[in-house]
Structures are given as C-alpha cells and as structure tokens.
C-alpha cells in the first residue's frame, strides 16, 4: 500500500519530463523530500530479496525480489518507461543506486533499456548504464538506517550472500497497519528468519474472526503482550539510543506510549562474529500490568530445546491460535532453543544446514514452547493458500500486583552447521561500592568458539520505578568480572582469546574504562580499537 501511491507518482513525474525536460530537476528543488521518495525502498531492501512486513503486506516467509518503488514493464507503448524514471532521477542526484535497480530489474543486462517509445538513443542509453555498472557493481551498499517518521530501523552487516539485517517496527496501527510495535525480523542466511505472518487471512471468513485477528494481533508478532491484550492504536514508539559502527550497531526504543504503562521499551544489539556471522543480544523492559508475555516464532522447520523440563501447560488464550503448549515453570536462565529450517521456497541451496537459535537469560520466567497457526501463499500466487503450524516459544511472567516489572533478555544467533558461540552468560553490575544494580541494568557475555570474549552492558536508563541504585550520569557502572567501569548507558567490549583488549564501543555515554584502558566519548557513538601489545 505504500508503495501504490509513489508508483503512480514516478509515472506522472516522467510524462511531464516529456514536454518540460527539467520538470524534474524543479521538483526535487521545490520538494527537496523527493529525493528520498524513491530511495526508500531502496534502503529498506533487505539483502537485495525481502523487505520488512509491517502490517497489511506479503506472505510468510516470501521474499522481495524487485525494487517496489516503481512499476516495470517492457511493453509501456505509448506510457512512460519506469527504466527511464530511473536513469533521469541519477542524472539529477548522481545516485548510482538508481542505476543498479533499473538493470537488476532487467534481469541484470542492459539489452532492449529503456523501453521507452520517446528515447531518443536507446544505444546510448545502454552504454551509459553499462559503464556506471562495469564501476559500481550490482551490490547496492547499504549501512544501517533509522526511518524514524515511519517508526522502521534495519541494522546491517556484511556483504554479498553474507549479508545480514535485523529490523524493528515501533509504532502500532493506523491504515492497514497491525498492532505489532516493538515488533522483531531477522533476514540472514539468505532467509527471512523471523517472518511476519504477512497479509490477512481474509479467505477464512473475511475481515473479522480469530484468524483474521491473530495476524493483526500484537501477540501474533515477535514482541511482547501486557496483560493479554493488543497495544494501543494508534500509538508510536520513539528512538532513545541509536549507533552505527564496523562491527556493532545498536537501537533502543521507548515505547511506553504503546499500552500507556510507564515502561515498554526494547533495546536491540547486533554484533559481527566475523565475515560470515552475527549474532543479536536484545533487552525487553516492561512495567506495568500483571502479565508479561514475549512471544518469538522463525521459519518453517522444527525446534529443539536445551536446558528445560517440559511438561504439558495450559494454552496462553485470548482467541490466539496456538496450540500443544509444553512449559517448564522454573525455567533457569541459559536454557536455548534452537530451529532447524526448512527452506519450503527454494531460496538457498537445499544442502545448506541453516539454524537459528535463541538463548534466553530472564530470570523467573516461565518458558512454554506451543505451535503457531499460518497459512500462506503457494507458489502459484494469491489466491492458493496452505495452512500449517510453525513452532513458537513464549517467555511468561505473571503477578498478582501491579505493577509487574519484567527485564527479558535473549541472544539470537543464525548459524549454518555450527554454532559459532560456545558461551552465554548474565554477569552482574555493581556501583563503585559494592551494591549491586537492579536486573534492568543488564550484562552479557558471549563467549565465543574460537576464544574470542564479549561483553555487552545495557544500562536502564529510564528507571520508572526509581529503583536503588540507580543509573545517572555520574554513577559508575561496575562490571568486576571484566574490571570494566562504565559511565555510559551501553558499552561494548571484546577480547581476544590472548585477553587482549581489541576493541570498545561506547553509546551515549562518558567514558569506558578497562585496567589501564580508557576510552572518552568523543560523539554520541565511539569506537576504538587496540593493537595487541
């Protein structure tokens, strides 16, 4: 639907170049916002084949193949040609991003540009696209963005078929908009991994009914449900810490205006392990209600778990559609699940071993592995439908009081084969004197196969609850295992397998400290990184 309006707008656009040759070249002086109109599916493309699903679009698990911006054909007659819309917004912008979307559009050749009935030397034209291509290449390079009017960050790494990104949607509602805010994807591997269920299912009695609802729902989305219920709508989140570097890039969201709780608010890191992997550690702070409950489903493909006893549970309700709950109540932190894929698509080579797995680190949460309901588009297009159950898993806190504070905290990591991480553990943080801080104040360590160490701190900077001690600008975080001291809100550190310091990564904050190491805060990301010595 948002892509409907700018298609019609790119038409009109070219057939007025057609009687005033500038036309174009005016516009984007008198809406200098135009010049990112038609980049915005641009940066929103996900390793050159799916796009983020926020609300009324696509199928689970599909991807997006094309550029959506613009409407292709190679026989327009006497219409104007999208090829040459494309090539006109490069001349004026010097983009050469257009450039690669007209000939990946055309299947990746120049033969038979522009298609259009008014070019006056399509030769030329070819030529010309040939060149920019032979110097730029067809890799659209990309860094993580923050669309923060549409309420869409996508965090980014890697190049080629190593690509990976990790997208999060924070608002909820409005025009065929789902109640999904805080809502959490992942397209790595070459597959989306953490697909919206997609468009409605309006074959299974239309616009109403339970099925039409649990893909509308918040809990039918990677996110968390307060109370059983769907967030407000409609309602915006809002960015409180953002940071983009080589090797880490972090989000934080604060969204307590989604159920009108004094706290909702989700913190998203992503870290290289190198060229080919990545892994995710995200922090989920709610206060507020009496019933926390997030949910995470993947692709198709089966689960299985580590570190839980499961037994039969009772189903989580509320006219959602899921079904075979197994819960272990007292599940204690570090216990993993881990999905096999099943690629039904054909979007990798069958023979590749492609896992996701999840690490949960809250404390005193029920873990309830269930089965979700879906169905979704055959091959053949709209209008065929198959119905299936995906596995599911949903962390649980309740209390009889209000307000119930919870502090969910996971580490995802796509592998193919084996994992690349060997440990995963909460650490503690402490002030100056001793005391320890509050769970919301977070700690991870991610040890990794090779020997390589991380250390990720999240520090709960907005505290509704006021609890002692408290995060602030002069306060101290103290992590003694690492000897880390930290006056900041996030910091990122790693080690080599020698326990040498490699690098730091310091986010709205004033200093890191480590031994004889310091690191001041110079931007509101820094990043160093150090020789061994």
């Not at 959506?68 to 490069?90: A, C, E, H, I, Q």
Request: charged share 25%; aromatic share 12%; proline share 4%.
């Amino acid at each position: 639907y948002c892509s409907g309006v700018i298609q019609s707008l790119a038409a009109f656009i070219e057939q007025f170049c057609r009687v005033e040759p500038d036309f174009l070249e005016k516009m984007l002086e008198r809406h200098p916002k135009l010049r990112q109109t038609y980049r915005f599916h641009i940066d929103t493309w996900c390793l050159q084949k799916f796009y983020p699903q926020a609300g009324d679009t696509g199928s689970f698990a599909r991807g997006g193949e094309r550029y959506v911006g613009t409407r292709f054909t190679k026989n327009p007659g006497l219409d104007t040609s999208m090829y040459s819309f494309l090539w006109n917004l490069y001349q004026k912008t010097g983009d050469v991003a257009y450039v690669q979307i007209l000939y990946l559009s055309n299947a990746s050749t120049t033969k038979g540009l522009p298609y259009d009935l008014f070019a006056e030397n399509p030769e030329q034209f070819q030529k010309d696209v040939q060149k920019v291509i032979d110097t730029e290449g067809t890799e659209i390079l990309l860094g993580s963005i923050n669309k923060q009017e549409w309420r869409l960050a996508i965090l980014r790494s890697g190049h080629g078929i190593n690509k990976r990104a990790a997208w999060i949607d924070y608002d909820s509602g409005g025009a065929h908009g789902h109640l999904d805010g805080m809502n959490l994807g992942l397209f790595a591997k070459g597959l989306d991994l953490m697909p919206d269920f997609g468009y409605p299912p309006v074959h299974c009695g239309g616009w109403s009914g339970p099925k039409f609802h649990w893909y509308v729902s918040t809990a039918g989305h990677n996110t968390v449900v307060v109370d059983g219920k769907d967030q407000q709508k409609p309602s915006v989140g809002e960015t409180t810490l953002w940071g983009a570097g080589k090797m880490v890039q972090v989000i934080r969201i604060s969204g307590k205006a989604l159920y009108e709780i004094p706290q909702y608010e989700r913190t998203v890191v992503m870290t290289d392990i190198s060229d080919v992997d990545a892994y995710i550690v995200e922090v989920f702070r709610v206060v507020g209600g009496r019933d926390h409950a997030k949910f995470m489903h993947s692709h198709f493909g089966e689960i299985s778990t580590k570190g839980l006893v499961l037994k039969p549970g009772e189903e989580y309700g509320y006219e959602t559609q899921m079904r075979n709950f197994m819960c272990d109540p007292k599940a204690a932190p570090g216990w993993q699940v881990d999905w096999k894929i099943e690629d039904r698509f054909g979007f990798i080579d069958q023979e590749q071993n492609i896992h996701l797995r999840y690490t949960d680190l809250t404390t005193q949460a029920e873990a309830h592995t269930a089965e979700a309901w879906i169905t979704f588009s055959n091959q053949d297009g709209l209008g065929s439908y198959t119905d299936t159950w995906i596995p599911r898993i949903m962390m649980r806190r309740q209390n009889n009081a209000e307000p119930l504070s919870s502090t969910f905290v996971g580490v995802i990591e796509p592998y193919e084969g084996t994992s690349a991480i060997a440990q995963i553990r909460r650490l503690k943080l402490e002030t100056m004197n001793g005391i320890t801080f509050p769970e919301a104040n977070v700690a991870v360590e991610i040890v990794l196969t090779d020997g390589r160490r991380d250390l990720i701190v999240m520090a709960d900077v907005e505290n509704p609850q006021g609890l002692q001690p408290a995060f602030s600008d002069t306060e101290v975080l103290v992590q003694p295992d690492w000897g880390l001291h930290l006056k900041g809100e996030f910091c990122w550190v790693r080690k080599r397998a020698d326990n040498s310091l490699e690098k730091i990564v310091l986010c709205n904050g004033k200093s890191a400290k480590i031994g004889d190491t310091v690191l001041e805060q110079h931007a509101p990301f820094t990043e160093a990184e150090y020789k061994r010595t």
